[in-house]
T-cell receptor, first 113, second 111 residues
Framework: ETGVTQTPRHLVMGMTNKKSLKCEQH?????MYWYKQSAKKPLELMFV???????ENNSVPSRFSPECPNSSHLFLHLHTLQPEDSALYLC????????????FGPGTRLTVT | GESVGLHLPTLSVQEGDNSIINCAYS??????FIWYKQESGKGPQFIID?????DKRQGQRVTVLLNKTVKHLSLQIAATQPGDSAVYFC??????????FGKGTRLSVIA
């Protein structure tokens, strides 16, 4: 176990649904990240939060909305997704954004129908 | 910006042999490099990292080599075991920029 948990592990949703992914880290870290992992592509960084403040948004469509209420929790709210958004969504945390070593959760396998 | 690429998408090795996974990066200002292992159904797991002031670092059965001249990074796994079968990613960062990941090399260990 890495100390980073994600729920749900699997999610199937229609294009008109609204759902949320949850991430929690038990490592006392200050930075948290959302990544998208698609087949045959590198990990794509979506969002970075440091001390609850968003420091990076990699041109992610607005149908993905992150929320970081505190340094231990990170959410990704999903709304009107497209089938091409189907992927593994990974959460990670690190001591801070300059700490570099990131600890990953197991991911949420999302399927958009 | 940085781009990171692995030389081979797949690699097969005999159990007990040494494995070498290679990675190239583009940004000469990159000063931190890291290798992750990802098993099926799991998130990436940290293996080893190295900073640009070093050219070699060893862990348990793993060694990372950094050649800044040609912007090349390699991961060596000694006495490869079936449990080493996974996808291996390298990533690079510079200054305050987040890690940039390569696509990954799938290592298959033949018993």
């Amino acid at each position: 176990e890495t100390g980073v948990t994600q729920t749900p592990r699997h999610l199937v949703m229609g294009m008109t649904n609204k759902k949320s992914l949850k991430c929690e880290q038990h490592l006392g870290h200050n930075a948290m990240y959302w990544y998208k992992q698609s087949a045959k592509k590198p990990l794509e960084l979506m969002f970075v939060y440091n001390f609850k403040e968003q420091t990076e948004n990699n041109s992610v469509p607005s149908r993905f909305s992150p929320e970081c209420p505190n340094s231990s929790h990170l959410f990704l709210h999903l709304h009107t997704l497209q089938p091409e958004d189907s992927a593994l969504y990974l959460c990670a945390s690190s001591q801070d954004t300059q700490g570099y070593e990131q600890y990953f959760g197991p991911g949420t396998r999302l399927t958009v129908t | 910006g940085e781009s990171v690429g692995l030389h081979l998408p797949t690699l097969s090795v005999q159990e007990g042999d040494n494995s070498i996974i290679n990675c190239a990066y583009s940004n000469s200002a990159s000063d931190y490099f890291i290798w992750y292992k990802q098993e099926s159904g799991k998130g990436p797991q940290f293996i080893i990292d190295i900073r640009s002031n070093m050219d070699k670092r060893q862990g348990q059965r793993v060694t990372v080599l950094l050649n800044k001249t040609v912007k090349h990074l390699s991961l060596q796994i000694a006495a490869t075991q079936p449990g080493d079968s996974a996808v291996y990613f390298c990533a690079a960062a510079s200054g305050n920029t987040p890690l940039v990941f390569g696509k990954g090399t799938r290592l298959s260990v033949i018993a």
